[in-house]
């Protein structure tokens, strides 16, 4: 989950907004995308198989932040084929894909989209922090060549909107008034928690055909645990600042995430379309 813009916010930038929540510079971004891809890796490659990806392939994947999708990529495509993994802050990545994968620097609202034309594009968890989300679908749509596929993965986190499904103890309760704490920050910062349920018309609407969709809720999997926990470190000082919570409260939650909350996702809505032929 990438597109962050500029370093970590601290003091009062948490109250002024601008730039990316979760900025991938900050210590927690490791353990983020660590958990992220034991959550839903399964998921986005069900989908990447069934959309065909193989053999001689050219791929992009948009705010890559970890290796792991651009090297299931590579692999799938092998020599014949190509990847491009992309993000603002291409640290994360580094050399973990290995050979077949490209890295570079790019900001898929203001810079050109890449040329050449790709089978697929894939971005997870980039849209729903992007203000200028239209445009930056638009710039991916453009990228593809005729038939190729978009896979878009974003998260709704209106339509289940509780860290803990089943509260029905403090810790529970406590769980989701900092995740309420956490859209609202999310909010300031220009994301939009229900963007997930607008990707098969906005996929409609930029002209791509066969769309189609569907929404994975994992819950008290070990590594929502570890999600919660990086997430709510990182933005520990702006749920303070903000009135969302307070210190000893944070306290108490991060020692009770290493289990027995039954912590659970919002819902991470995939939807694809293709160009036409």
Avoid at 157 to 166: C, F, G, V
Avoid at 207 to 212: A, C, K, N
């Amino acid at each position: 989950m990438s597109a962050s813009r500029g370093g970590d916010s601290t003091g009062e930038d948490w109250m002024t907004g601008g730039g990316y929540l979760l900025d991938n510079r900050a210590v927690q971004a490791g353990q983020r995308f660590g958990a992220l891809a034991a959550l839903f890796n399964p998921v986005t490659f069900r989908h990447m198989e069934a959309l065909g990806v193989g053999e001689g392939w050219r791929c992009w994947e948009v705010g890559a932040g970890g290796p792991s999708v651009p090297r299931w990529l590579a692999e799938r495509v092998g020599p014949s084929g190509h990847v491009l993994a992309t993000d603002l802050d291409v640290s994360w990545i580094g050399d973990g894909p290995g050979a077949g994968v490209e890295v570079r620097r790019h900001d898929v609202v203001e810079d050109d989209p890449p040329a050449g034309g790709f089978d697929l594009v894939h971005a997870r968890l980039v849209l729903v922090h992007v203000p200028a989300r239209d445009e930056a679908l638009r710039r991916m749509v453009s990228s593809l060549r005729p038939g190729g596929w978009l896979l878009i993965e974003d998260f709704d986190m209106e339509l289940q909107p509780l860290a803990s499904i089943e509260a029905y103890r403090p810790e529970q309760h406590l769980a989701n008034k900092l995740r309420v704490g956490f859209r609202a920050l999310l909010r300031e910062r220009g994301a939009d928690p229900t963007f997930g349920r607008k990707l098969p018309r906005v996929l409609g609407e930029q002209g791509l055909v066969g769309v189609s969709a569907d929404g994975y809720l994992p819950v008290d999997l070990p590594a929502m645990g570890v999600l919660d926990a990086a997430n709510i470190t990182q933005v520990r000082e702006g749920l303070v600042a903000g009135g969302h919570v307070t210190d000893e409260e944070i306290e108490r939650h991060l020692a009770a995430c290493d289990g027995g909350l039954g912590l659970a996702s919002p819902i991470l809505i995939s939807a694809w379309g293709r160009r036409s032929p």
